[in-house]
């Protein structure tokens, strides 16, 4: 074999070995164990805390609002839906940790008359004209229980 | 005559070293699998659970609850460009001419733009991530960064994303989108931090009329099988063969 | 937090219809219409080179090296646009180590480096190591070392190891075309495998990247060509270019006959995208395709070109002609990978709706950024030109 092929394959052969041998200290641990992937990531997902407790954690301390709840029409509707998540709100007991929705127009999210929401499922008013004098809906409909 | 003797002679030494440093290392492959040349893939067991998810759209109201719900559960960006979980307003006129909106993914409520009488049919379409089990955006990911789960989940490894862009491209569904702060792919997860540890998915708990059915397909008595059996179940782009997981009841044809 | 995002709140009071929220952002911007520019340019410019060196157009023989040291300093800059606009260009070498397979970007860095390693480099160490070995006796300094090393320790340059230098020159060349119409025809299967994007997903896109490529690595050459003789005030060569002109006029038959089919078949069958991509092209890209790309960068060139072929006019109205064409197309073809990469991405996969494309001055993926990544090519070969000039290499007698 002439001399510049041999020096060819010698340089191609280091640079595959210099290769392989970098690839085995890049790869990440746990690659390849479930599949194309860092099998450790799931547990990187995993590890996210939970935001929105649930209705178990707002009961222990406001059980009054939350037997209201049972009653009315909003009885399959979660608190945290409104009231925003409560994680913080569940260790500081802060008001400020909290969301107190306020303004017609939050109660219009669900109220409010739109063609494309199916009558039957929701109540609607035209948040424009519905006793406009009043500046918020609680002042007289309880969100826990709306129509009595 | 001398120098081709002497030529041969090179030639065979060569083959024969490269001959034994390859056998070598196959050698030592087999003793202990070495990561470098190749990793055993392992199958994994077939999980019992494979999760799915139903939408009714004859129950959604559009309140944006369930959008809301997903931007403070997981800190996605609250601009109107980033969203895992949108909903869209589908107004079809009497003319036949349909309009889509979704402002600021429907998180501040809707309005029809066109007045009521024009208005010859609308409803509401939540849009989430299909969680696909033939994926597209899984197929193109040129690294690995994005999986499917033991339970049929599609997830992002932010760790390790390279921030190309390809799998953005590949969503027929526009489900992804890059992450304006850590520059790597970003989706729904189906809150798997929460689905792990028991609990539902932020914007299946947020819904107030039931209209997000979160479940195990695999659990033929759960409330997802239930729900696709009690009604005719569509998904979207079926032509793709995404093998998309989202199914929807009361899907109309112009849905995209 | 406005500020960083003042462009995207532009862009939503630009959007035309409806698009989903996640696409108010095109994904991929200018420095992906360059990488398929730039390696279009690099297969196509040693397309042109094996012309000379596997099917003996002996008219070629003055661009031979020319073309292989344009797409060699082409190919040194064709991955820069592409890992300068990741999210995360510091972990690019995870694609080396576990590229996805199903993934045709992953792909990418074993094609790049065989093509850079096995074919280019190879091709020019053979066709210039008689050259450097004397080299290496002749200069003095930093460069006596520079060529020495680059000799690998062969020194032998007599008439026996020179057959040898051609016969794997030759046989490197004969490898390097199937692996010049694989470096290109992944980046079209990039596109055309995307199903989701019905601008992109098409069986032809491999096909029609790859005629374009060549199109414009044969333009390109002959611009070199033009610009090297102009700096070194020499005559050019007439046969070789008319032979050139030849080479760009069919392939650009080809090309324009591919993509004219492409576009056909999609107004005929009119399957659910049609009315959508109409629109696309009737608007949006009226400029850039209708004009740019197939005015000026096709029927011009063609027309031109094919006058040719029936009348001759004299030397210097086709040497201007020649001069003025290499560059129509090489802008045409810019214009071609811009229609399908921002084409793509300007209507929604909802097909209900259009966003907008602003392209910036600075930032990661600004118009100064693309200007640099053309620059850098330019000034690579011209040092190449200095350091390995073709017109002071020893002619070998055959």
Same mark, same amino acid.
């Given at each position: 074999m002439p001399k510049q092929l041999q020096r060819i394959l010698l340089l191609l052969s280091i640079l595959v070995i210099i290769f392989i041998g970098l690839r085995h200290y890049l790869i990440p641990e746990s690659f390849g164990e479930l599949g194309h992937y860092r099998a450790n990531s799931l547990l990187d997902n995993e590890a996210h805390i939970p935001k929105y407790l649930g209705n178990d954690f707002c009961i222990d301390c406001h059980d009054s609002e939350a037997s209201l709840l049972t009653i009315g029409k909003h009885s399959k509707i979660k608190c945290e839906t409104c009231h925003g998540p409560g994680f913080k709100h569940v260790e500081s007991n802060e008001k400020v940790d909290i969301i107190l929705p306020s303004g017609r127009d939050f109660c219009g999210l669900c109220h409010s008359l739109n063609k494309a929401r199916p009558i039957n499922k929701v109540k609607q008013v035209d948040i424009k004209e519905h006793n406009i004098e009043e500046t918020e809906c609680i002042n007289c409909h309880n969100p826990h229980e709306p129509w009595n | 005559m001398e120098l081709e003797y002497k030529n041969k002679k090179t030639r065979r030494d060569f083959f024969k070293a490269a001959g034994i440093f390859t056998g070598g290392v196959l050698f030592a492959t087999l003793l202990k699998p070495y990561k470098s040349l190749a990793y055993k893939l392992h199958e994994g067991e077939t999980s019992n659970v494979w999760y799915g998810i139903g939408i009714d759209i004859e129950k959604c109201i559009g309140c944006g609850r369930c959008a809301n719900a997903c931007k403070n559960e997981n800190d996605v960006p609250r601009e109107p460009f980033y969203f895992r979980n949108w909903v869209e307003q589908y107004t079809i006129k009497n003319d036949g001419e349909v309009i889509v909106e979704s402002p600021n993914g429907g998180i501040d409520g809707f309005t029809q733009s066109i007045p009521d009488e024009d208005i010859y049919k609308s409803f509401f379409v939540p849009k989430l991530c299909n969680h696909c089990y033939k994926s597209p955006c899984e197929q193109v990911c040129p690294v690995g960064a994005t999986y499917r789960s033991p339970e049929g989940i599609i997830l992002v490894d932010e760790e390790y994303c390279i921030g190309c862009r390809y799998c953005v491209q590949a969503c027929p569904y526009g489900c992804r989108f890059i992450h304006p702060k850590k520059k790597v792919a970003s989706k729904c997860t189906y809150c798997y931090h929460r689905v792990k540890k028991g609990l539902n998915p932020a914007c299946m708990d947020a819904c107030p009329t039931g209209a997000r059915i979160f479940g195990n397909l695999r659990d033929k008595s759960g409330p997802l099988a239930e729900f696709l059996k009690e009604h005719n179940c569509h998904v979207l782009k079926p032509h793709l063969n995404t093998g998309s997981k989202l199914y929807y009841n009361g899907l109309n044809m112009e849905v995209k | 937090?406005?500020?960083?995002?003042?462009?995207?709140?532009?862009?939503?009071?630009?959007?035309?219809?409806?698009?989903?929220?996640?696409?108010?952002?095109?994904?991929?911007?200018?420095?992906?219409?360059?990488?398929?520019?730039?390696?279009?340019?690099?297969?196509?410019?040693?397309?042109?080179?094996?012309?000379?060196?596997?099917?003996?157009?002996?008219?070629?023989?003055?661009?031979?090296?020319?073309?292989?040291?344009?797409?060699?300093?082409?190919?040194?800059?064709?991955?820069?646009?592409?890992?300068?606009?990741?999210?995360?260009?510091? =972990?690019?070498?995870?694609?080396?180590?576990?590229?996805?397979?199903?993934?045709?970007?992953?792909?990418?860095?074993?094609?790049?480096?065989?093509?850079?390693?096995?074919?280019?480099?190879?091709?020019?160490?053979?066709?210039? =190591?008689?050259?450097?070995?004397?080299?290496?006796?002749?200069?003095?300094?930093?460069?006596?070392?520079?060529?020495?090393?680059?000799?690998?320790?062969?020194?032998?340059?007599?008439?026996?190891?020179?057959?040898?230098?051609?016969?794997?020159?030759?046989?490197?060349?004969?490898?390097?075309?199937?692996?010049?119409?694989?470096?290109?025809?992944?980046?079209?299967?990039?596109?055309?495998?995307?199903?989701?994007?019905?601008?992109?997903?098409?069986?032809?896109?491999?096909?029609?990247?790859?005629?374009?490529?060549?199109?414009?690595?044969?333009?390109?050459?002959?611009?070199?060509?033009?610009?090297?003789?102009?700096? =070194?005030?020499?005559?050019?060569d007439m046969l070789c270019l008319d032979t050139i002109a030849k080479y760009l006029f069919y392939i650009l038959i080809i090309d324009f006959t591919l993509e004219a089919l492409d576009q056909i078949h999609r107004i005929y069958e009119a399957e659910e995208s049609f009315e959508i991509i109409s629109m696309l092209v009737s608007g949006k890209l009226i400029f850039t395709l209708g004009i740019m790309q197939v005015l000026l960068g096709t029927i011009?060139?063609?027309?031109?070109?094919?006058?040719?072929?029936?009348?001759?006019?004299?030397?210097?109205?086709?040497?201007?002609?020649?001069?003025?064409?290499?560059?129509?197309?090489l802008i045409g073809i810019f214009f071609m990978r811009w229609n399908v990469v921002i084409g793509g991405q300007l209507f929604s996969?909802?097909?209900?709706?259009?966003?907008?494309?602003?392209?910036?001055?600075?930032?990661?993926?600004?118009?100064?950024?693309?200007?640099?990544?053309?620059?850098?090519?330019?000034?690579?070969?011209?040092?190449?030109?200095?350091?390995?000039?073709?017109?002071?290499?020893?002619?070998?007698?055959?």
């Open positions: - | - | 937090m406005i500020q960083e995002h003042q462009h995207l709140y532009e862009a939503l009071s630009k959007v035309d219809g409806y698009i989903f929220p996640n696409e108010i952002e095109l994904n991929w911007s200018i420095l992906i219409v360059l990488y398929p520019y730039i390696t279009g340019l690099v297969a196509g410019a040693f397309i042109l080179a094996s012309l000379e060196r596997v099917f003996n157009v002996k008219a070629l023989k003055p661009i031979y090296v020319i073309s292989l040291l344009t797409a060699l300093a082409f190919m040194l800059t064709a991955t820069m646009p592409l890992i300068s606009h990741l999210g995360h260009p510091g =972990r690019f070498y995870e694609l080396m180590i576990t590229p996805h397979f199903s993934s045709a970007m992953a792909i990418f860095g074993f094609v790049y480096l065989w093509y850079l390693m096995v074919v280019l480099l190879l091709e020019l160490w053979f066709d210039y =190591r008689k050259d450097i070995v004397i080299w290496s006796k002749e200069k003095k300094g930093l460069l006596k070392y520079f060529y020495k090393a680059l000799t690998l320790g062969v020194t032998d340059i007599s008439p026996e190891a020179v057959k040898w230098d051609e016969k794997l020159g030759y046989i490197v060349t004969v490898i390097g075309i199937p692996s010049a119409f694989l470096l290109h025809g992944y980046v079209g299967f990039i596109f055309g495998s995307v199903k989701a994007n019905p601008w992109w997903s098409s069986v032809s896109m491999p096909v029609i990247f790859l005629f374009s490529a060549m199109v414009s690595g044969i333009a390109l050459v002959m611009f070199v060509y033009f610009a090297i003789n102009y700096f =070194r005030k020499k005559v050019v011009v060139p063609l027309l031109a070109l094919g006058l040719f072929q029936l009348y001759k006019p004299k030397d210097i109205v086709r040497k201007w002609t020649y001069f003025i064409v290499s560059i129509l197309v996969k909802s097909f209900y709706g259009f966003t907008s494309f602003k392209l910036s001055l600075i930032g990661q993926e600004g118009l100064l950024m693309a200007i640099v990544w053309i620059i850098v090519p330019f000034l690579i070969l011209w040092a190449l030109l200095l350091l390995f000039p073709p017109w002071k290499k020893v002619e070998v007698e055959d």
